[in-house]
């Protein structure tokens, strides 16, 4: 079973930051949390990834609460592109290929 | 980073026949994993596959309906054996590899999209 809860959808106005949120309250110490998506009829896409402080990289923003129950994605300046399914998944990372366990995600639409 | 395709890209069978879906990937990589995606529905993993070894395949998975090659380090295949309309669904496959920014990730093929009538 996925260890995290996302919210089924969320809308958010172009051009404004759509915020992400994801719950992963049972967390172990050595698991990573990773975001990925999934653009309709295309496979997912690797965006961030973080273990307990925040992360930027062209795509998003990952930040994680301090006691790491939760974390929140951030896409500073959303497009129509950016519509998708936003899949939230935490993973042992750097111990060679993990499996990824999805949950449901969240479907978000960028309006224009 | 890897780059993954796989064949076909869509069909559209019969129950009770079979279909052979094949991943070739560009680069030498241990693990293989193949998911299926049902309509409307998040991805399920139905196994892992190891070069040289048999599929370890997830709960409510079996090798008689699902089985899996692994020949080489750039290629492997999925079978699904006598099909019936739930097995609509699309069937991806993907591989972990190095990204852009040096940390591991998981890269996906675009996908089979299989429709079972």
């Known amino acids: 079973d996925a260890k995290t809860t996302q919210p089924p959808s969320m809308d958010c106005a172009e051009g404004r930051a759509a915020n992400l949120p994801c719950n992963h309250s049972?967390?172990?110490?050595?698991?990573?949390v990773y975001w990925y998506r999934q653009i309709h009829s295309q496979g997912p896409q690797y965006i961030i990834h973080?273990?307990?402080n925040n992360e930027t990289n062209e795509m998003a923003s990952l930040i994680i609460t301090e006691d790491r129950k939760s974390s929140t994605l951030i896409l500073p300046h959303a497009t129509l592109r950016d519509t998708a399914v936003y899949y939230c998944?935490?993973?042992?990372?750097?111990?060679?290929?993990?499996?990824?366990?999805f949950g449901q995600g969240t479907r978000l639409t960028i309006n224009p | 980073s890897a780059v993954i395709s796989q064949k076909p890209s869509r069909d559209i069978c019969q129950r009770g026949t079979s279909l052979t879906i094949q991943c070739q990937v560009d680069?030498?990589?241990?693990?293989m994993f193949w998911y299926r995606q049902q309509p409307g529905q998040s991805l399920t993993l139905i196994a892992t596959?190891?070069?040289?070894?048999?599929?370890?395949?997830e709960s409510g998975f079996v090798i008689d309906k699902f089985p899996i090659s692994r020949p080489n380090l750039t290629f492997s295949t999925l079978t699904v054996s006598n099909m019936s309309p739930e097995d609509s669904s699309i069937y991806l496959c993907?591989?972990?590899?190095?990204?852009?920014?040096?940390?591991?990730?998981?890269?996906f093929g675009p996908g089979t999209r299989l429709t079972v009538l």
């Open positions: 993907s591989v972990e590899d190095k990204g852009l920014a040096g940390y591991n990730e998981q890269f």
């Open positions: 973080g273990l307990k």
């Open positions: 049972t967390i172990s110490g050595n698991e990573y």
């Open positions: 998944i935490v993973r042992v990372a750097y111990m060679g290929a993990q499996k990824l366990v």
């Open positions: 596959a190891n070069q040289g070894s048999e599929a370890t395949y």
């Open positions: 680069s030498q990589v241990t693990m």
